[in-house]
């Protein structure tokens, strides 16, 4: 390499320092009640609380020995989040060849990132996620199945972290703090073919994503030179 990070010619040496502590909690309670041979309901919660600490140190190498810290590459990050969830799922039958499962879940989600210990970004959301499952009995050995089922992508520590990431002199990457979760709908109809030692199934779907995640590529100047960045929004 002939050019340091703070943009003087010559070798480069650099020692990262990068501690990271997570902790993770999970509290969850279920409940089924049947009411008859082929009907039941079911009730739950669930709490999700996690917490990530990043401390990133970046320092150049001089030719004396000595250490020298590169701003750029030094942060500190928190991540918290909390997701509290309730559900409810009905299984019921129509006439002797229907069975279905009607399924409603609700999530609180409570998000927080710090920078360097005096930037806060606190982020509170909160969505309902419906779910259906229908299967008709055409014979003993086959069903139809339709189904349909919205899920949740939220982004992650990396994805919201907000500071450089390091590969050359040219490219880096960082997170954005204000990115929104994905969703994607899920639509499927099925037929199932039972053997006396297994089963065949064949179907199709159609998915749908909302609020897509994506990565954009801007060219910004750095001690005088052009760099590309790369971001998600």
Same mark, same amino acid.
């Given at each position: 390499?002939?050019?340091?990070?703070?943009?003087?010619?010559?070798?480069?040496?650099?020692?990262?320092?990068?501690?990271?502590?997570?902790?993770?909690?999970?509290?969850?309670?279920?409940?089924?009640?049947?009411? !008859?041979?082929?009907?039941?309901?079911?009730?739950?919660?669930?709490?999700?609380?996690?917490?990530?600490?990043?401390?990133?140190?970046?320092?150049?190498?001089?030719?004396?020995?000595?250490?020298?810290?590169?701003?750029?590459?030094?942060?500190?990050?928190?991540?918290?989040?909390?997701?509290?969830?309730?559900?409810?799922?009905?299984?019921?039958?129509?006439?002797?060849?229907?069975?279905?499962?009607? !399924?409603?879940?609700?999530?609180?989600?409570?998000?927080?990132?710090?920078?360097?210990?005096?930037?806060? @970004?606190?982020?509170?959301?909160?969505?309902?996620?419906?779910?259906?499952?229908?299967?008709?009995?055409?014979?003993?050995?086959?069903?139809?199945?339709?189904?349909?089922?919205?899920?949740?992508?939220?982004?992650?520590?990396?994805?919201?972290?907000?500071?450089?990431?390091?590969?050359?002199?040219? @490219?880096?990457?960082?997170? @954005?703090?204000?990115?929104?979760?994905?969703?994607?709908?899920?639509?499927?109809?099925?037929?199932?073919?039972?053997?006396?030692?297994?089963?065949?199934?064949?179907?199709?779907?159609?998915?749908?994503?909302?609020?897509?995640?994506?990565?954009?590529?801007?060219?910004?100047?750095?001690?005088?030179?052009?760099?590309?960045?790369?971001?998600?929004?």
């Amino acid at each position: 390499i002939t050019q340091d990070t703070l943009g003087r010619p010559g070798e480069l040496i650099q020692l990262v320092d990068n501690l990271e502590y997570q902790s993770s909690y999970l509290f969850q309670t279920d409940y089924v009640r049947p009411l !008859g041979e082929k009907t039941s309901y079911e009730l739950g919660s669930r709490a999700t609380l996690r917490t990530i600490n990043n401390d990133y140190g970046l320092d150049e190498v001089l030719s004396d020995g000595s250490l020298i810290a590169d701003p750029t590459f030094n942060n500190q990050f928190t991540f918290i989040e909390n997701v509290y969830a309730a559900y409810g799922i009905y299984n019921g039958t129509i006439g002797e060849s229907m069975t279905y499962q009607l !399924g409603l879940r609700g999530e609180i989600t409570d998000l927080t990132t710090e920078v360097e210990s005096d930037t806060l @970004n606190n982020r509170s959301y909160a969505n309902l996620f419906p779910s259906t499952f229908f299967t008709y009995s055409i014979s003993p050995l086959s069903d139809i199945q339709v189904s349909y089922s919205r899920r949740i992508s939220r982004p992650g520590f990396r994805t919201l972290a907000p500071f450089f990431g390091f590969s050359d002199n040219r @490219n880096f990457y960082s997170g @954005n703090p204000n990115v929104n979760p994905e969703f994607t709908d899920s639509y499927e109809t099925g037929y199932v073919r039972y053997f006396e030692k297994g089963s065949l199934y064949s179907g199709i779907y159609y998915r749908h994503r909302s609020g897509v995640i994506e990565r954009i590529t801007v060219v910004e100047e750095r001690n005088g030179e052009e760099f590309t960045r790369f971001f998600p929004i």
